[in-house]
Protein backbone atom coordinates (compact mmCIF):
# COMPACT_ATOMS: atom_id res chain seq x y z
CA UNK A 1 0.00 0.00 0.00
CA UNK A 2 1.28 3.95 -0.56
CA UNK A 3 0.99 6.50 2.06
CA UNK A 4 0.02 9.82 0.47
CA UNK A 5 1.63 12.76 1.84
CA UNK A 6 -0.58 15.62 2.94
CA UNK A 7 -3.72 14.52 5.48
CA UNK A 8 -6.39 15.91 6.57
CA UNK A 9 -6.47 17.25 10.37
CA UNK A 10 -6.95 14.90 12.68
CA UNK A 11 -6.33 12.00 10.00
CA UNK A 12 -3.49 10.47 11.18
CA UNK A 13 -2.58 7.40 8.61
CA UNK A 14 -3.61 6.60 5.66
CA UNK A 15 -3.12 4.05 3.86
CA UNK A 16 -4.11 2.79 -0.04
CA UNK A 17 -4.01 0.45 -2.90
CA UNK A 18 -5.86 0.52 -6.42
CA UNK A 19 -6.00 -1.83 -9.41
CA UNK A 20 -8.05 -1.52 -12.55
CA UNK A 21 -10.31 -4.01 -14.16
CA UNK A 22 -13.18 -4.34 -16.87
CA UNK A 23 -14.07 -0.60 -17.19
CA UNK A 24 -13.69 -0.06 -13.21
CA UNK A 25 -10.82 1.44 -10.83
CA UNK A 26 -10.99 -0.37 -7.22
CA UNK A 27 -9.15 2.09 -4.78
CA UNK A 28 -8.99 0.30 -0.67
CA UNK A 29 -8.26 2.75 1.64
CA UNK A 30 -7.65 2.23 5.40
CA UNK A 31 -7.02 5.04 8.05
CA UNK A 32 -6.42 6.08 11.48
CA UNK A 33 -7.99 8.89 12.89
CA UNK A 34 -8.28 10.85 16.49
CA UNK A 35 -10.95 13.12 16.18
CA UNK A 36 -13.34 14.91 13.70
CA UNK A 37 -11.91 14.15 10.16
CA UNK A 38 -13.55 15.75 7.42
CA UNK A 39 -12.29 15.28 3.51
CA UNK A 40 -13.65 16.17 0.33
CA UNK A 41 -13.90 12.57 -1.81
CA UNK A 42 -11.82 11.98 -4.51
CA UNK A 43 -12.22 11.40 -7.99
CA UNK A 44 -15.69 13.91 -8.36
CA UNK A 45 -15.49 13.72 -12.39
CA UNK A 46 -16.25 10.16 -12.22
CA UNK A 47 -19.62 8.39 -11.51
CA UNK A 48 -18.04 6.45 -8.32
CA UNK A 49 -19.36 3.90 -5.62
CA UNK A 50 -17.88 3.65 -1.93
CA UNK A 51 -18.42 1.03 0.27
CA UNK A 52 -17.28 0.89 3.86
CA UNK A 53 -15.64 -2.26 4.99
CA UNK A 54 -14.72 -1.63 8.60
CA UNK A 55 -15.43 0.84 11.10
CA UNK A 56 -13.87 1.06 14.54
CA UNK A 57 -14.33 3.30 17.72
CA UNK A 58 -17.89 5.08 18.32
CA UNK A 59 -18.23 7.41 15.68
CA UNK A 60 -19.15 6.64 12.39
CA UNK A 61 -18.18 7.63 8.99
CA UNK A 62 -20.75 9.28 6.99
CA UNK A 63 -20.84 10.78 2.76
CA UNK A 64 -21.90 14.31 3.08
CA UNK A 65 -23.46 16.61 0.23
CA UNK A 66 -21.30 19.65 1.60
CA UNK A 67 -18.96 19.79 4.49
CA UNK A 68 -21.33 21.17 6.82
CA UNK A 69 -24.47 19.54 6.16
CA UNK A 70 -24.87 16.32 8.04
CA UNK A 71 -25.60 13.03 5.79
CA UNK A 72 -29.35 12.80 5.86
CA UNK A 73 -30.08 9.59 5.91
CA UNK A 74 -29.61 7.31 9.05
CA UNK A 75 -26.95 5.35 9.58
CA UNK A 76 -27.11 1.72 8.53
CA UNK A 77 -24.31 -1.09 8.59
CA UNK A 78 -22.84 -1.73 5.79
CA UNK A 79 -23.60 1.40 4.07
CA UNK A 80 -22.07 2.55 0.71
CA UNK A 81 -22.97 5.41 -1.56
CA UNK A 82 -23.58 6.24 -5.32
CA UNK A 83 -22.83 9.35 -6.55
CA UNK A 84 -22.83 10.52 -10.59
CA UNK A 85 -20.17 12.15 -12.02
CA UNK A 86 -19.66 15.58 -11.30
CA UNK A 87 -21.20 15.29 -8.14
CA UNK A 88 -19.62 16.52 -5.11
CA UNK A 89 -19.03 14.63 -2.25
CA UNK A 90 -17.65 15.06 1.24
CA UNK A 91 -16.37 12.23 4.11
CA UNK A 92 -17.19 13.00 7.72
CA UNK A 93 -16.50 10.81 10.80
CA UNK A 94 -16.38 12.36 14.49
CA UNK A 95 -15.06 9.49 16.85
CA UNK A 96 -13.61 6.64 14.56
CA UNK A 97 -10.44 5.41 15.08
CA UNK A 98 -9.82 3.11 12.05
CA UNK A 99 -11.98 2.84 9.18
CA UNK A 100 -11.51 0.70 6.12
CA UNK A 101 -13.53 1.34 2.98
CA UNK A 102 -13.36 0.38 -1.24
CA UNK A 103 -13.85 2.64 -3.33
CA UNK A 104 -14.81 2.36 -7.31
CA UNK A 105 -14.90 4.81 -10.17
CA UNK A 106 -16.84 3.16 -12.75
CA UNK A 107 -15.90 4.02 -16.90
CA UNK A 108 -19.79 3.79 -17.80
CA UNK A 109 -18.62 3.57 -21.54
CA UNK A 110 -17.11 1.00 -21.58
CA UNK A 111 -19.24 -0.97 -19.39
CA UNK A 112 -22.48 -0.39 -21.73
CA UNK A 113 -20.22 -1.70 -24.62
CA UNK A 114 -18.96 -5.12 -22.60
CA UNK A 115 -21.76 -5.54 -20.56
CA UNK A 116 -24.91 -5.02 -22.08
CA UNK A 117 -26.08 -2.27 -20.12
CA UNK A 118 -26.52 0.71 -21.94
CA UNK A 119 -29.88 2.50 -21.06
CA UNK A 120 -30.08 1.01 -17.90
CA UNK A 121 -27.27 3.10 -16.32
CA UNK A 122 -28.29 5.02 -13.10
CA UNK A 123 -27.37 8.68 -12.74
CA UNK A 124 -29.71 9.16 -9.20
CA UNK A 125 -26.67 9.93 -6.18
CA UNK A 126 -28.00 7.49 -2.96
CA UNK A 127 -26.43 8.26 0.19
CA UNK A 128 -26.23 5.41 2.91
CA UNK A 129 -28.53 2.65 1.10
CA UNK A 130 -27.02 -1.11 1.40
CA UNK A 131 -26.84 -3.64 -0.66
CA UNK A 132 -25.35 -7.21 0.45
CA UNK A 133 -24.53 -8.66 -2.72
CA UNK A 134 -22.61 -5.15 -3.72
CA UNK A 135 -21.27 -5.08 -0.44
CA UNK A 136 -20.07 -8.75 -1.11
CA UNK A 137 -18.43 -8.29 -4.44
CA UNK A 138 -16.68 -5.15 -2.81
CA UNK A 139 -15.14 -7.26 -0.16
CA UNK A 140 -13.72 -9.61 -2.32
CA UNK A 141 -12.65 -6.57 -4.74
CA UNK A 142 -10.80 -5.03 -2.01
CA UNK A 143 -9.12 -8.57 -0.90
CA UNK A 144 -8.00 -9.22 -4.80
CA UNK A 145 -6.31 -5.67 -5.36
CA UNK A 146 -2.99 -6.79 -4.30
CA UNK A 147 -3.02 -10.52 -5.76
CA UNK A 148 -0.31 -11.31 -7.96
CA UNK A 149 -1.44 -14.39 -9.13
CA UNK A 150 -2.52 -14.80 -12.54
CA UNK A 151 -6.09 -15.84 -12.09
CA UNK A 152 -6.39 -12.85 -9.99
CA UNK A 153 -7.23 -11.05 -13.52
CA UNK A 154 -10.00 -13.28 -14.86
CA UNK A 155 -11.49 -12.96 -10.72
CA UNK A 156 -11.31 -9.27 -10.75
CA UNK A 157 -12.79 -8.76 -13.91
CA UNK A 158 -15.86 -11.46 -13.02
CA UNK A 159 -16.34 -9.35 -9.59
CA UNK A 160 -16.41 -5.78 -11.36
CA UNK A 161 -18.67 -7.63 -14.14
CA UNK A 162 -21.38 -8.67 -11.74
CA UNK A 163 -20.84 -5.98 -9.34
CA UNK A 164 -21.28 -3.38 -12.25
CA UNK A 165 -24.35 -5.47 -13.76
CA UNK A 166 -26.28 -5.66 -9.90
CA UNK A 167 -25.63 -1.68 -9.41
CA UNK A 168 -26.19 -0.47 -13.34
CA UNK A 169 -28.92 -3.02 -14.17
CA UNK A 170 -30.66 -4.74 -11.15
CA UNK A 171 -34.48 -4.00 -12.86
CA UNK A 172 -33.95 -6.40 -15.69
CA UNK A 173 -34.70 -9.18 -16.01
CA UNK A 174 -32.68 -12.19 -15.77
CA UNK A 175 -32.92 -14.78 -18.37
CA UNK A 176 -34.23 -18.53 -17.07
CA UNK A 177 -31.75 -20.49 -18.38
CA UNK A 178 -28.56 -19.70 -20.37
CA UNK A 179 -27.20 -21.31 -23.43
CA UNK A 180 -23.47 -22.59 -23.40
CA UNK A 181 -20.86 -21.52 -25.60
CA UNK A 182 -20.55 -23.47 -29.16
CA UNK A 183 -18.42 -26.26 -29.59
CA UNK A 184 -15.92 -23.99 -31.58
CA UNK A 185 -16.30 -21.00 -29.07
CA UNK A 186 -15.44 -23.68 -26.22
CA UNK A 187 -12.61 -25.24 -27.74
CA UNK A 188 -11.31 -21.30 -28.69
CA UNK A 189 -11.26 -20.17 -25.43
CA UNK A 190 -9.33 -23.72 -24.05
CA UNK A 191 -6.75 -23.13 -26.49
CA UNK A 192 -6.29 -19.18 -25.81
CA UNK A 193 -6.31 -20.21 -22.02
CA UNK A 194 -3.87 -23.57 -22.29
CA UNK A 195 -1.66 -21.29 -24.75
CA UNK A 196 -1.16 -18.59 -22.35
CA UNK A 197 -0.55 -20.57 -19.04
CA UNK A 198 0.69 -19.42 -16.73
CA UNK A 199 0.29 -15.90 -17.48
CA UNK A 200 -2.74 -13.48 -16.90
CA UNK A 201 -5.74 -13.40 -19.51
CA UNK A 202 -8.08 -11.09 -19.25
CA UNK A 203 -12.03 -11.63 -19.55
CA UNK A 204 -12.32 -9.23 -22.48
CA UNK A 205 -9.93 -11.00 -24.46
CA UNK A 206 -12.21 -14.17 -24.14
CA UNK A 207 -15.44 -12.21 -24.93
CA UNK A 208 -13.58 -10.76 -28.09
CA UNK A 209 -12.69 -14.02 -29.02
CA UNK A 210 -16.28 -15.41 -28.98
CA UNK A 211 -17.97 -12.06 -30.61
CA UNK A 212 -20.03 -11.79 -27.14
CA UNK A 213 -20.35 -9.15 -23.95
CA UNK A 214 -18.43 -9.88 -21.22
CA UNK A 215 -21.39 -10.59 -18.54
CA UNK A 216 -22.76 -13.38 -21.49
CA UNK A 217 -19.72 -15.09 -21.88
CA UNK A 218 -18.95 -15.52 -18.13
CA UNK A 219 -22.83 -17.03 -17.73
CA UNK A 220 -21.99 -19.33 -21.15
CA UNK A 221 -19.01 -20.50 -19.77
CA UNK A 222 -20.11 -21.49 -16.85
CA UNK A 223 -22.68 -23.12 -18.45
CA UNK A 224 -20.59 -24.87 -20.37
CA UNK A 225 -17.83 -26.23 -18.21
CA UNK A 226 -19.24 -25.63 -14.67
CA UNK A 227 -16.95 -23.48 -13.71
CA UNK A 228 -16.04 -19.83 -14.25
CA UNK A 229 -13.15 -18.51 -16.56
CA UNK A 230 -10.78 -17.75 -13.33
CA UNK A 231 -12.06 -21.29 -11.81
CA UNK A 232 -11.24 -23.01 -14.98
CA UNK A 233 -7.77 -21.26 -15.13
CA UNK A 234 -6.69 -22.21 -11.77
CA UNK A 235 -7.98 -25.76 -12.23
CA UNK A 236 -6.18 -25.93 -15.30
CA UNK A 237 -2.94 -24.45 -13.58
CA UNK A 238 -2.90 -27.45 -10.64
CA UNK A 239 -3.34 -29.68 -13.47
CA UNK A 240 -0.15 -29.01 -14.96
CA UNK A 241 1.09 -28.62 -11.85
CA UNK A 242 0.08 -31.83 -11.14
CA UNK A 243 2.29 -33.46 -14.30
CA UNK A 244 5.21 -31.58 -13.07
CA UNK A 245 5.25 -33.33 -9.56
CA UNK A 246 4.57 -36.90 -11.00
CA UNK A 247 6.79 -36.73 -14.52
CA UNK A 248 9.97 -34.56 -13.16
CA UNK A 249 12.48 -34.01 -10.30
CA UNK A 250 11.55 -30.10 -9.73
CA UNK A 251 11.54 -28.82 -6.45
CA UNK A 252 8.13 -27.24 -5.67
CA UNK A 253 9.66 -23.55 -5.39
CA UNK A 254 10.21 -25.05 -9.53
CA UNK A 255 7.01 -26.04 -10.05
CA UNK A 256 5.26 -22.89 -8.51
CA UNK A 257 6.90 -20.67 -10.82
CA UNK A 258 6.51 -22.75 -14.07
CA UNK A 259 3.01 -22.50 -13.05
CA UNK A 260 2.64 -19.01 -12.11
CA UNK A 261 2.43 -18.74 -8.42
CA UNK A 262 4.18 -16.41 -6.01
CA UNK A 263 6.10 -18.74 -4.13
CA UNK A 264 5.85 -22.34 -2.69
CA UNK A 265 3.86 -21.35 0.23
CA UNK A 266 0.91 -19.70 -2.03
CA UNK A 267 1.33 -23.00 -4.50
CA UNK A 268 0.69 -25.08 -1.74
CA UNK A 269 -2.28 -23.09 0.37
CA UNK A 270 -4.03 -23.49 -3.59
CA UNK A 271 -2.97 -27.04 -4.43
CA UNK A 272 -4.31 -28.17 -0.87
CA UNK A 273 -7.57 -26.31 -1.07
CA UNK A 274 -8.10 -27.62 -4.78
CA UNK A 275 -6.87 -31.29 -3.99
CA UNK A 276 -7.22 -31.69 -0.57
CA UNK A 277 -2.94 -32.47 -0.14
CA UNK A 278 -0.21 -30.56 0.01
CA UNK A 279 1.56 -31.13 -3.12
CA UNK A 280 4.89 -32.65 -1.23
CA UNK A 281 1.89 -35.29 -0.17
CA UNK A 282 0.47 -35.73 -3.44
CA UNK A 283 3.59 -36.38 -4.99
CA UNK A 284 5.04 -38.83 -2.27
CA UNK A 285 1.90 -41.01 -1.70
CA UNK A 286 2.07 -41.19 -6.12
CA UNK A 287 5.64 -42.45 -6.67
CA UNK A 288 5.94 -44.89 -3.76
Not at 74 to 84: E, I, L, N, Q, T
Not at 91 to 120: M, Q, W
Not at 229 to 248: D, G, M, N, S
Request: glycine share 6%; aromatic share 8%; charged share 25%.
Amino acid sequence: MSTPQELPENLLTLETAERSWNGVHVEIAEFTCAGRVVHRMRRESETRLGVILEEVGRGRCEPRLAADKPCPVDYRPRHMHFAPAGLELWGYTEEARFVKDVNLSFDLGALAERLEIDGAVEVAPKLRFTDDRIWTLARLLSDAVQDPDPSTQLYGDSLTAALAVRLFSEAKARPKSVAGLSTLQLRDAISFLDARMPTRVDLATLAELAGLSQSHYTRAFKASTGLAPYQWQLQARIERAKVLLLETRLSLDDVAEATGFADAVHFGRTFRKLVGATPAAWRTDRLE
